[in-house]
């Protein structure tokens, strides 16, 4: 079983499953984090991204929400907020606190399910309460409900993608990657093999990079993405549980976009909003830079594939499991 609680980390998801979108939160079980972030792809939906950046007067995050909806599901935030001031964390401020809590979204309209289906701030609440460090949900779940891969030949050729979580230990260090994924691109295994993205009629991966090499279907990647139906991101929160500056996490986030392009092919891309977040405890024993580095990549890789494996089929979008 794999736990958070020595990261400091709870889980909580909320998913409408009729509408194919959901939302998951990411928060300190009792405690905020520092928390830095790297920006991957060039079509991003995000809130509160400003104060990640090394120099900002607010050190610490609250929680994370990660949310279908494209820009509408950035509303959900405000149940975060909710759920946070009525347990009094946040930054202290006269009077009361001021949750900090970073977003980001996904493009989940439509493809499994409701175009109108967003997550609420009721749904984040939700979510920030039934948040837990232990048997965290894994596949189509809260951000992971109505995410596909594999785009370049249509919605008809899609796959399932989904929600991922895998934990690295080392000697002195750990990490953890929290993923969800909706990649224009396909998902590739360690071995460079593709298991979940663009398929042909006949059910054979089309190979998404060989298609746009070859400059078809679509004479230029926009147009190709403009035919999918579903835009794409792929969101990711990694986390070490030793203590690392603003800086170091920034190159944390940065480092742990390796995984990105290992594993999704392509990924980063103008039409991805691919995006990691990188927390760490406000205080405590320290690790090398470049063994987080590496913990983080390895378990963020790993997180991918699971995001694909465990999610399963339905309305018609296949997953590994059909």
């Known amino acids: 079983m794999t736990s958070l609680a020595r990261f400091g980390l709870a889980v909580g998801h909320a998913s409408d499953i009729p509408g194919g979108t959901g939302c998951t939160v990411v928060r300190g079980i009792s405690a905020p984090h520092r928390a830095a972030v790297a920006v991957i792809g060039r079509a991003t939906g995000s809130r509160e991204l400003a104060l990640l950046e090394p120099g900002h007067l607010v050190e610490r995050v609250d929680a994370i929400l990660l949310a279908g909806g494209s820009a509408y599901g950035l509303d959900a935030a405000a149940g975060v907020m909710r759920w946070m001031e ?10 009361g606190v001021v949750p900090i809590v970073p977003a980001a979204v996904l493009f989940d309209l439509g493809p499994c399910g409701r175009f109108d289906a967003r997550p609420t701030a009721a749904m984040a609440e939700a979510a920030c309460e039934s948040a837990t460090s232990d048997v965290i949900a894994e596949g189509a779940v809260g951000a992971g409900t109505g995410l596909t891969v594999g785009k370049v030949l249509g919605k008809d050729g899609a796959m399932k993608g989904g929600f991922g979580l895998a934990v690295r230990e080392a000697d002195g260090c750990a ?16 071995g460079g093999r593709i298991i979940a993205g663009a398929r042909t009629p006949d059910g054979t991966f089309a190979d998404t990079m ?7 279907p679509e004479r230029t990647f926009g147009a190709a993405a403009a035919r999918s139906t579903a835009p794409n ?22 480092a742990a976009a390796a995984a990105y392009h290992r594993r999704i092919t392509p990924a980063g891309s103008s039409f991805d909003g691919d995006i990691v977040f990188a927390l760490s405890p406000m205080e405590g024993p320290r690790a090398p830079l470049v063994q987080a580095e590496m913990l983080v990549v390895a378990a963020l ?8 494996r465990l999610a399963r089929g339905r309305d018609g979008v296949p997953g590994l499991a059909d």
């Open 210 to 216: 060989r298609v746009l090499a070859a400059g078809g």
């Open 233 to 254: 991101t792929t969101l990711a929160v990694v986390a070490v549980d030793a203590a690392f500056s603003r800086v170091e996490l920034q190159q944390i986030a940065r």
């Open 175 to 190: 990490a953890a990657a929290l993923v969800a994924v909706n990649a224009f691109g396909d998902v590739r295994d360690a």
């Open 301 to 308: 890789e790993e997180a991918i594939e699971r995001a694909v």
């Open 86 to 95: 009525a347990h009094g964390r946040g930054f202290p401020v006269g009077g």
